[in-house]
């Protein structure tokens, strides 16, 4: 048995290890404008909230819906400190206000502290909505993030965050190096790099005692609570925890787009990616990385075709139209929704015997069908 | 058994789209020029209009000479969907399919938002009625052919304390728009320098209902009513403003130079002026071929608002493309890079007049702006004076 | 206090107003959420689409046809959600339905987004409707004058119809108790298509009055009054029709009032409109945590 | 003998109905009692009262001779009361722990209809009832520092699941376990939280005689092995009366009757409150 479980993580651990050897190659072969470059960075990004999600979603069964608000603090936090002080001081960006920071952190200090942001914000608001049940908590949530957008464009915290201005030529991934030195980090693999350890954490989290106890707490609340698992306790920490790393991905969508702004986390960001842990699988981790990759390559690259005139060879300008790749991405969605609702994985991880399986079963119903 | 199909449904789509994505021809004399303009969203009327100049001038001219060899020019045109997000994976977009100048966009938001993704991919390109100064400043990738805000609003603020003897202006900006956010700002500035007083608000994202905006304006005793947003909310403010009976005059800048505005208008009691880039009338020869151009086809005619009327930011699009063809031109290559490098020295006469851009930030030296003001019973535009300032 | 009143009757006029077209609004999420326990999130976007056929239909036909017709069409549009979105899920847990709902409003956006292309639609001037008005010095349309009389008349006939029709008496069992309504041999599916059905008829109406006011129609022109409706529902106690009524007219007038802060109680202007929005949401959190159950709600107890 | 566990006039009252009233009883150190009555008597009630899932209206409940839940009449409830009258606990500090602290004290209890974790299997279920004893904080627990407690509470699962007879079913998911053991792996589950007290929610139902025999053998090998104090609901009176030490009798939430199994089974009043539901016997 324990050599199963061996065999079984070094599979895992080659399979890891090919990706990201892929991803360095990629990096040094390819044109660095390539769009593959900018699914690998996004999709990566996505997934991380996306598990992030699913960590809160999928496996303590908590319906939440304030990542936006989480992700905006978190990108907000990274870009302000992380923003040069000569940048802060000149009128680049802060136009209409005096910054009020005058000092600048590197860029491992902004990530942590953009979750940590997040995370603290995540305490306090924890501690009365995470009392409410199912849909009550959704959609307390998601008034709580709402609420975070309108306050970081509030003018009085001009000075703090710019208005509802534009944040920018802080240490996105056109500026970040190698430690010591001036030589470029390449980007694609530091967003791999980050996000790579988050998900672990997150998968030695649920694999962890406490994240049996909020498993139990998902299957059955009553349960849990007779088997000595505090509720509120488990429910604030899956939610701080989630929240830290959902800052952690908004500071890294800021440094992947450049710029941020409060604008963006509106409610429909957090229903993105309520989509993508659905296709993947409401408590799967691998199927939530499968899905926010799928997801972006469809909508950046492979479907840009349906807006821009020419699909698979049609030139139809009528028909492929601006927003006719929202629409058939739409439905897509509503397919999965409804016939497949169990997403790609369902509750399920990827796993070698899975994906042999799998091609089996295909095999052998061919051969049957002979 | 479900996932099995669901699984296979989506390795088909994505073996059919590595397919489509992959189909990409390489003609050696194809230069390609990115249009980075909204299509949708709250600025894609003006984006659809300022495209179609482009377009126009494109089918005018669709080579360039490159050394001794003609090129065709192929638009390549991305949705930036007026919102700062999506602006990057525009960008990107029209990056990866292989642009050598980059146009556009409309609105300041968005081009400041696609900004350093055209830096990094080190591709040029040419603001074309972008008027926030944070768009050029600081960078050497990003270029402009229109006058600035700072000039606008203090033409606008000018023009309201002296011609329209206004003391105290209420002025409406979108929140987290940069580009009525900074008009206005520049505005107060001139303004209160003047020694005028002013009322300053902001609606959010989405908003729909004027009506307190318009009452606080009444309220608070304002003379004007000062709103450079988009035309999109123009719309709303203008019917409102007539409903509740606004009786100040209302003061824009250059977006609202659209038929949009001259449409939701027609009939109502509002006193609308605006300033602008190009007055209709200034060059007859372009107005008559453009309107014959746009009445050809039901789609232009509908991307035009569903007239013929000649928006600014159209006959700005039309000097963009020309503009980035002599920049193509001098350079002698398609290379971004040695586009770059030529756009400082490059100038052109255009419809909306001379081109040449300072060697600061590349921004066009302009030191004219036209004044319309909106007639409400023939729906057209009446030209004023324009205030051109040395 | 006359004087108040006086000077800031434009607030408070358009403050009900909107608080009527609200209430209808929140009439289909209360209806439907008492009887499914869902969250009906695509209803904002029926609304909003209630809105682009008006605007389509009346290019071409008199409003006597596209009046009655976009009506018609907003009830089959409703109906056919139901059908194909909800229905084959009546068994799923919760969360599924609500995505599908969140798929649903998604879709409906899509499809409006590429339809209008991006832009906004101007709304046609409705006859009457649209005639402007002065009340008291405070100049305004009919529109705003009707809304609250007609929000409560139909209000009135709603609840007529649920007290007194077979239908609606059914609807009374099925959103006390699904399951014993079933065995007692209700059928659940027409209730619910019903339910679906008058929601979207009363946003249809709801969008008339909404869009003559503000004249432009835009994919996401749905959300926000949508989201508002919603916490005017919580507010009143989801499941009440009365409670999401009041709820959703104090809503419409406290925006309103916030909007016009500055003139109302001289608080300087430094950006107190940027929380109009993000006010709704604050309320409806205080709501939930000191009353979950809203004004008017029914409390429930877990079983063990 | 000591008492471990004591209910004083303990009233449980949802809006006009009382579910519990007047309810006093005690559980001695290492007896088996059982609770019993017809359906809606308020049995369960009482349970979820000593679980702390409700906080009684009034009364006190006392484990191993300190208070442990205190609650009196208060606010709304002081007019709408309905039980016994009495102020006893009226200048007592109220005390409602949550059930989580209730069974960190050492009272574990099973369900009337079971309540596995539908997504865990065997082992897992077990090993999450040993979480409420991790030392270990989140950071040490996820960065594995604290792998040697982690590998201790495997083994002691594996200890228990092998005593329980459910070592060969370990990887097998708890809802796919046949009825009887799904019971087992609840009482498993229930032990793993080192209880003193078990409570026990109709353990024999839906069990055929020869299965309640077992079951009863069970109950008794379990009590003596990890030295507990038994608690149960039960309607089968073959259990009943072949394991209980003392019977307790409730009837519309109120204690009819208490003595051994052969003074209740001559009860009158007994008799009488089973009378009409006799099938249920």
């Given at each position: 048995?324990?050599?199963?479980?061996?065999?079984?993580?070094?599979?895992?651990?080659?399979?890891?290890?090919?990706?990201?050897?892929?991803?360095?190659?990629?990096?040094?072969?390819?044109?660095?404008?390539?769009?593959?470059?900018?699914?690998?960075?996004?999709?990566?990004?996505?997934?991380?909230?996306?598990?992030?999600?699913?960590?809160?979603?999928?496996?303590?069964?908590?319906?939440?819906?304030?990542?936006?608000?989480?992700?905006?603090?978190?990108?907000?936090?990274?870009?302000?400190?992380?923003?040069?002080?000569?940048?802060?001081?000149?009128?680049?960006?802060?136009?209409?206000y005096?910054?009020?920071?005058?000092?600048?952190?590197?860029?491992?200090?902004?990530?942590?502290?953009?979750?940590?942001?997040?995370?603290?914000?995540?305490?306090?608001?924890?501690?009365?909505?995470?009392?409410?049940?199912?849909?009550?908590?959704?959609?307390?949530t998601?008034?709580?993030?709402?609420?975070?957008?309108?306050?970081?464009q509030?003018?009085?915290?001009?000075?703090?965050?710019?208005?509802?201005?534009l944040?920018?030529?802080?240490?996105?991934?056109?500026?970040?190096?190698?430690?010591?030195?001036?030589?470029?980090f390449?980007p694609?693999l530091?967003?791999?790099?980050?996000?790579?350890?988050?998900?672990?954490?997150i998968?030695?989290?649920?694999?962890?005692?406490?994240?049996?106890a909020?498993?139990?707490?998902?299957?059955?609340?009553?349960?849990?609570?007779?088997?000595?698992?505090?509720l509120?306790?488990?429910k604030?920490?899956?939610?701080?925890?989630s929240?830290?790393?959902?800052g952690?991905?908004?500071?890294?969508?800021?440094?992947?787009?450049?710029?941020?702004?409060?604008?963006?986390?509106?409610?429909?960001?957090?229903?993105?990616?309520?989509?993508?842990?659905?296709?993947?699988?409401?408590?799967?981790?691998?199927?939530?990385?499968?899905?926010?990759?799928?997801?972006?390559?469809?909508?950046?690259?492979?479907?840009?075709?349906?807006?821009?005139g020419?699909?698979?060879?049609?030139?139809?300008?009528?028909?492929?139209?601006?927003?006719?790749?929202?629409?058939v991405?739409?439905?897509?969605i509503?397919?999965?929704?409804?016939?497949?609702?169990?997403?790609?994985?369902?509750d399920?991880?990827?796993?070698?015997?899975?994906?042999?399986?799998?091609?089996?079963?295909?095999?052998?119903?061919?051969?049957?069908?002979? | 058994?479900?996932?099995?199909?669901?699984?296979?449904?989506?390795?088909?789509?994505?073996?059919?789209?590595?397919?489509?994505?992959?189909?990409?021809?390489?003609?050696?004399?194809?230069?390609?020029?990115?249009?980075?303009?909204?299509?949708?969203g709250?600025?894609?009327?003006?984006?659809?209009?300022?495209?179609?100049?482009?377009?126009?001038?494109?089918a005018?001219?669709?080579?360039?000479?490159?050394?001794?060899?003609?090129y065709?020019?192929?638009?390549?045109?991305?949705?930036?969907?007026?919102?700062?997000?999506?602006?990057?994976?525009?960008?990107?977009?029209?990056?990866?399919?292989g642009?050598?100048?980059?146009?556009?966009?409309?609105?300041?938001?968005?081009?400041?938002?696609g900004?350093?993704?055209?830096?990094?991919?080190?591709?040029?390109?040419?603001?074309?009625?972008?008027?926030?100064?944070?768009?050029?400043?600081?960078?050497?990738h990003?270029?402009?052919?229109?006058?600035l805000?700072?000039?606008?609003?203090?033409?606008?603020?000018?023009?309201?304390?002296?011609?329209?003897?206004?003391?105290?202006?209420?002025?409406?900006?979108?929140?987290?728009?940069?580009?009525?956010?900074?008009?206005?700002?520049?505005?107060?500035?001139?303004?209160?320098?003047?020694?005028?007083?002013?009322?300053?608000e902001?609606?959010?994202e989405?908003?729909?209902?004027?009506?307190?905006?318009?009452?606080?304006a009444k309220?608070?005793?304002?003379?004007?009513?000062?709103?450079?947003?988009?035309?999109e909310?123009a719309?709303?403010?203008?019917n409102q403003?007539?409903?509740?009976?606004?009786?100040?005059?209302?003061?824009a800048?250059d977006?609202?130079?659209?038929?949009?505005i001259?449409?939701?208008?027609?009939g109502?009691?509002?006193?609308?002026?605006?300033?602008?880039?190009?007055?209709?009338?200034?060059?007859?020869?372009?107005?008559?071929?453009?309107?014959?151009?746009?009445?050809?086809?039901?789609?232009?005619?509908?991307?035009?608002?569903?007239?013929d009327?000649?928006?600014?930011?159209?006959?700005?699009?039309?000097?963009?493309?020309?503009?980035?063809?002599q920049?193509?031109?001098?350079?002698?290559?398609?290379?971004?890079?040695d586009?770059?490098?030529?756009?400082?020295?490059?100038?052109?006469?255009?419809?909306?007049?001379?081109?040449?851009?300072?060697?600061?930030?590349?921004?066009?030296?302009?030191?004219?702006?036209?004044?319309?003001?909106?007639?409400?019973?023939?729906?057209?535009?009446?030209a004023?004076?324009?205030?051109?300032v040395? | 206090?006359a004087?108040?009143?006086?000077?800031?009757?434009?607030?408070?006029?358009?403050?009900?107003?909107?608080?009527?077209?609200?209430?209808?609004?929140?009439?289909?999420y209360?209806?439907?959420?008492?009887?499914?326990?869902?969250?009906?999130?695509a209803?904002?976007?029926v609304?909003?689409?209630?809105?682009?056929?008006?605007?389509?239909?009346?290019?071409?036909?008199p409003?006597?046809i596209?009046?009655?017709?976009v009506l018609?069409?907003?009830?089959?549009?409703?109906?056919a959600?139901?059908?194909?979105?909800?229905?084959?899920?009546?068994?799923?847990?919760?969360?599924?339905?609500?995505?599908?709902?969140?798929g649903?409003?998604?879709?409906?956006?899509?499809?409006?987004?590429?339809?209008?292309?991006?832009?906004?639609?101007?709304?046609?001037?409705?006859?009457?409707?649209?005639?402007?008005?002065?009340?008291?010095?405070?100049?305004?349309?009919v529109?705003?004058?009707?809304?609250?009389?007609?929000?409560?008349?139909?209000?009135?006939?709603?609840?007529?119809?649920?007290?007194?029709?077979k239908?609606?008496?059914?609807?009374?069992?099925?959103?006390?108790?699904?399951?014993?309504?079933?065995?007692?041999g209700?059928?659940?599916?027409?209730?619910?298509?019903?339910?679906f059905?008058?929601?979207?008829?009363?946003?249809?109406?709801?969008?008339?009055?909404?869009f003559?006011?503000?004249?432009?129609?835009?994919?996401?022109?749905?959300?926000?009054?949508?989201?508002?409706?919603?916490?005017?529902?919580?507010?009143?106690?989801?499941?009440?029709?009365?409670?999401?009524?009041?709820?959703?007219?104090?809503?419409?007038?406290?925006?309103?009032?916030?909007?016009?802060?500055?003139?109302?109680?001289?608080?300087?202007?430094?950006?107190?409109?940027?929380?109009?929005?993000?006010f709704?949401?604050a309320?409806?959190?205080?709501?939930?945590?000191?009353?979950?159950?809203?004004?008017?709600?029914?409390?429930s107890?877990?079983?063990? | 003998?000591?008492?471990?566990?004591?209910?004083?006039?303990?009233?449980?009252?949802f809006?006009?109905?009382?579910?519990?009233?007047?309810l006093?009883?005690?559980?001695?150190?290492?007896?088996?009692?059982?609770?019993?009555?017809?359906?809606g008597?308020?049995?369960?009630?009482?349970?979820?009262?000593?679980?702390?899932?409700?906080?009684?209206?009034?009364?006190?409940?006392?484990?191993?001779?300190s208070?442990?839940?205190?609650?009196?009449?208060?606010?709304?409830?002081?007019?709408?009361?309905?039980?016994?009258?009495?102020?006893?606990?009226?200048?007592?500090?109220?005390?409602?722990?949550?059930?989580?602290?209730?069974?960190?004290?050492?009272?574990a209890?099973?369900?009337?209809?079971?309540?596995?974790?539908?997504?865990?299997?065997?082992?897992?279920?077990?090993?999450?009832?040993?979480?409420?004893?991790?030392?270990?904080?989140?950071?040490?627990?996820?960065?594995?520092?604290?792998?040697?407690?982690?590998?201790?509470?495997r083994?002691?699962?594996?200890?228990l699941?092998?005593?329980?007879?459910?070592?060969?079913?370990?990887?097998?998911?708890?809802?796919?376990?046949p009825?009887?053991?799904?019971?087992?792996?609840?009482?498993?589950?229930?032990?793993?939280?080192?209880p003193?007290?078990?409570?026990l929610?109709?353990?024999?139902?839906?069990?055929?005689p020869?299965?309640?025999?077992?079951?009863?053998?069970?109950?008794?090998?379990?009590?003596?092995?990890?030295?507990?104090?038994?608690?149960?609901i039960?309607?089968?009176m073959?259990?009943?009366?072949?394991?209980s030490?003392?019977?307790?009798?409730?009837?519309?939430?109120s204690?009819?009757?208490?003595g051994?199994?052969?003074?209740?089974?001559?009860?009158?009043?007994?008799?009488?409150?089973?009378?009409?539901?006799?099938?249920?016997?």
């Amino acid at each position: 048995m324990d050599r199963e479980k061996r065999n079984h993580l070094i599979r895992v651990f080659v399979a890891i290890a090919l990706v990201y050897g892929l991803v360095a190659v990629l990096e040094f072969t390819l044109r660095p404008t390539s769009i593959i470059f900018t699914v690998l960075r996004k999709g990566a990004i996505y997934s991380l909230v996306a598990v992030s999600m699913n960590l809160l979603n999928g496996f303590t069964g908590l319906f939440s819906l304030g990542q936006a608000g989480f992700m905006l603090l978190g990108a907000y936090t990274y870009a302000i400190l992380t923003m040069p002080t000569a940048v802060k001081e000149s009128e680049r960006v802060y136009r209409y206000y005096d910054a009020l920071i005058h000092f600048d952190t590197g860029v491992l200090a902004g990530l942590i502290a953009a979750g940590l942001i997040a995370a603290v914000f995540a305490f306090f608001i924890g501690l009365p909505v995470l009392r409410l049940k199912s849909d009550y908590l959704a959609i307390a949530t998601l008034g709580f993030a709402e609420i975070i957008r309108a306050v970081c464009q509030w003018d009085v915290l001009g000075p703090l965050t710019n208005g509802a201005n534009l944040l920018r030529e802080f240490k996105d991934l056109s500026r970040i190096t190698l430690p010591f030195s001036d030589i470029p980090f390449p980007p694609t693999l530091f967003v791999f790099i980050v996000v790579g350890i988050c998900i672990l954490l997150i998968v030695l989290l649920i694999n962890s005692s406490y994240g049996r106890a909020f498993k139990a707490i998902r299957d059955d609340e009553t349960a849990a609570e007779a088997m000595g698992i505090n509720l509120f306790r488990h429910k604030e920490l899956s939610f701080v925890i989630s929240s830290f790393f959902a800052g952690i991905s908004g500071a890294l969508l800021a440094m992947f787009q450049y710029t941020v702004q409060a604008q963006q986390f509106r409610t429909v960001l957090t229903y993105e990616i309520l989509l993508i842990v659905v296709i993947g699988g409401i408590g799967s981790i691998s199927g939530s990385c499968i899905a926010s990759f799928l997801y972006i390559a469809l909508s950046e690259w492979w479907l840009r075709g349906l807006d821009m005139g020419t699909f698979l060879g049609i030139n139809a300008p009528d028909l492929f139209r601006s927003g006719f790749r929202r629409l058939v991405f739409s439905v897509i969605i509503m397919i999965i929704v409804l016939f497949f609702s169990r997403g790609i994985m369902g509750d399920k991880e990827l796993s070698y015997e899975r994906v042999r399986s799998f091609f089996k079963g295909r095999i052998h119903r061919k051969e049957n069908a002979r | 058994m479900r996932k099995k199909m669901l699984l296979l449904f989506v390795v088909l789509l994505a073996s059919i789209a590595v397919f489509a994505g992959g189909s990409k021809e390489n003609d050696s004399t194809v230069v390609k020029i990115g249009v980075f303009e909204p299509a949708s969203g709250d600025n894609g009327a003006g984006g659809k209009q300022e495209t179609l100049g482009i377009q126009y001038a494109n089918a005018v001219t669709p080579t360039v000479m490159v050394g001794d060899t003609e090129y065709t020019v192929e638009l390549v045109i991305a949705d930036n969907e007026s919102s700062n997000d999506r602006a990057a994976s525009a960008a990107a977009t029209l990056i990866n399919a292989g642009s050598s100048v980059v146009l556009g966009s409309y609105g300041s938001g968005v081009s400041i938002a696609g900004s350093d993704t055209f830096r990094v991919a080190g591709v040029p390109v040419i603001g074309i009625t972008c008027t926030n100064p944070q768009v050029t400043e600081g960078n050497s990738h990003y270029f402009r052919i229109c006058y600035l805000d700072p000039f606008q609003g203090t033409v606008l603020a000018n023009y309201a304390y002296n011609t329209l003897s206004a003391r105290k202006v209420y002025c409406l900006a979108k929140l987290g728009d940069d580009y009525s956010g900074g008009l206005v700002n520049y505005f107060v500035q001139q303004f209160t320098a003047l020694g005028g007083e002013v009322v300053s608000e902001t609606f959010p994202e989405g908003n729909s209902d004027f009506t307190s905006y318009i009452a606080n304006a009444k309220n608070s005793g304002c003379e004007v009513f000062f709103s450079p947003v988009s035309t999109e909310a123009a719309q709303l403010i203008i019917n409102q403003a007539d409903s509740q009976g606004l009786a100040m005059p209302i003061l824009a800048g250059d977006t609202w130079d659209s038929n949009v505005i001259l449409q939701a208008a027609l009939g109502k009691n509002v006193d609308i002026t605006v300033t602008t880039f190009y007055p209709e009338g200034a060059d007859p020869e372009f107005d008559a071929s453009f309107k014959e151009w746009v009445n050809a086809d039901s789609t232009r005619l509908s991307n035009n608002g569903g007239d013929d009327t000649i928006s600014a930011v159209t006959a700005m699009g039309y000097d963009a493309y020309y503009f980035a063809l002599q920049a193509i031109q001098n350079a002698g290559s398609t290379d971004p890079a040695d586009i770059m490098e030529a756009l400082w020295a490059t100038e052109i006469d255009g419809v909306t007049g001379h081109i040449a851009l300072d060697q600061v930030n590349g921004d066009a030296i302009r030191n004219t702006v036209y004044v319309k003001h909106a007639n409400t019973e023939t729906g057209g535009w009446d030209a004023l004076p324009a205030v051109v300032v040395d | 206090m006359a004087d108040f009143f006086h000077q800031n009757l434009s607030y408070f006029l358009s403050g009900i107003s909107v608080g009527g077209q609200y209430a209808l609004i929140a009439i289909g999420y209360t209806m439907v959420y008492g009887i499914l326990r869902l969250i009906n999130f695509a209803h904002g976007d029926v609304f909003m689409c209630a809105g682009l056929m008006m605007v389509y239909l009346s290019s071409s036909l008199p409003f006597a046809i596209s009046i009655p017709l976009v009506l018609i069409l907003t009830v089959i549009l409703g109906f056919a959600i139901e059908r194909v979105a909800y229905k084959p899920l009546r068994s799923a847990p919760r969360m599924s339905v609500m995505i599908s709902a969140i798929g649903v409003s998604y879709l409906l956006q899509n499809a409006a987004l590429y339809f209008t292309g991006g832009l906004a639609r101007v709304y046609p001037e409705i006859p009457v409707l649209s005639a402007s008005v002065v009340i008291w010095d405070a100049p305004t349309r009919v529109v705003t004058l009707v809304t609250p009389f007609l929000t409560l008349v139909l209000v009135i006939l709603l609840s007529l119809l649920i007290k007194h029709t077979k239908i609606g008496m059914a609807m009374r069992a099925v959103s006390v108790d699904f399951e014993t309504s079933q065995i007692m041999g209700i059928k659940i599916n027409k209730v619910i298509s019903m339910t679906f059905m008058l929601g979207s008829l009363l946003a249809a109406v709801a969008s008339f009055l909404y869009f003559t006011n503000y004249a432009s129609v835009t994919p996401t022109s749905g959300s926000m009054p949508g989201l508002k409706a919603f916490v005017a529902a919580v507010f009143g106690g989801i499941g009440s029709i009365p409670g999401a009524v009041i709820g959703a007219f104090i809503i419409g007038i406290c925006e309103n009032i916030i909007k016009g802060g500055a003139s109302i109680f001289g608080i300087p202007g430094s950006g107190w409109t940027t929380f109009s929005d993000a006010f709704t949401f604050a309320f409806l959190i205080i709501i939930l945590i000191v009353k979950p159950t809203g004004l008017f709600g029914e409390k429930s107890v877990d079983k063990v | 003998m000591k008492t471990l566990l004591s209910l004083e006039h303990v009233t449980m009252q949802f809006g006009g109905v009382v579910a519990v009233n007047d309810l006093s009883m005690h559980v001695d150190e290492g007896e088996i009692i059982a609770l019993i009555g017809p359906n809606g008597a308020g049995k369960t009630t009482a349970f979820n009262c000593i679980t702390g899932v409700y906080e009684p209206t009034n009364g006190r409940i006392s484990f191993d001779g300190s208070p442990i839940i205190v609650n009196h009449p208060a606010g709304k409830m002081k007019r709408l009361y309905g039980g016994l009258e009495h102020d006893m606990f009226a200048n007592e500090k109220v005390l409602s722990p949550t059930p989580d602290e209730i069974t960190k004290l050492g009272i574990a209890r099973t369900f009337q209809n079971i309540r596995l974790f539908k997504s865990m299997n065997v082992f897992d279920n077990v090993l999450t009832a040993m979480h409420l004893r991790l030392k270990s904080n989140v950071f040490s627990s996820v960065l594995r520092i604290g792998y040697k407690e982690e590998r201790a509470m495997r083994a002691e699962t594996e200890k228990l699941l092998k005593e329980q007879g459910l070592w060969n079913h370990r990887d097998d998911k708890a809802t796919s376990l046949p009825y009887g053991y799904q019971r087992r792996l609840e009482i498993a589950r229930a032990l793993a939280t080192r209880p003193r007290l078990l409570l026990l929610d109709e353990p024999a139902a839906g069990m055929n005689p020869q299965e309640t025999l077992e079951l009863a053998a069970f109950i008794r090998e379990i009590k003596e092995k990890y030295n507990l104090t038994v608690l149960m609901i039960e309607h089968h009176m073959d259990l009943v009366m072949g394991i209980s030490d003392r019977v307790y009798v409730l009837d519309f939430g109120s204690l009819i009757a208490e003595g051994t199994p052969e003074e209740i089974q001559s009860n009158q009043r007994v008799i009488d409150a089973y009378l009409g539901v006799a099938e249920d016997v």
